[in-house]
């Protein structure tokens, strides 16, 4: 868990995080995930590395990468 930021791992008490925007937006099947995994530090941006939880964090980056990936490439002139 080493890509975690050492003040979010102590932080799994749902009272001091959030559900995260980015996932909501994206992901449709958001409201499917465990509470815990749709969660993020509240004190953070809504990036990976907020998640409360591994899987959290992993379902964001995938969905970083989808949307990195699904852009139309730029062409040259």
Known sequence: ???R???VISRFD???SRPCEFCRELDPEFHGRRPLDQMVATTR???A???LTE???VR???LELRRITSRTP???A
């Open 55 to 57: 899987d959290g964090y």
């Open 14 to 16: 749902t009272r001091s």
């Open 60 to 62: 964001h980056r995938m």
């Open 5 to 7: 930021d050492p003040a």
């Open 1 to 3: 868990m080493e890509h």
């Open 74 to 76: 730029f062409t040259g």
């Open 45 to 47: 941006k809504a990036i």
């Open 49 to 51: 590395s907020a998640h």
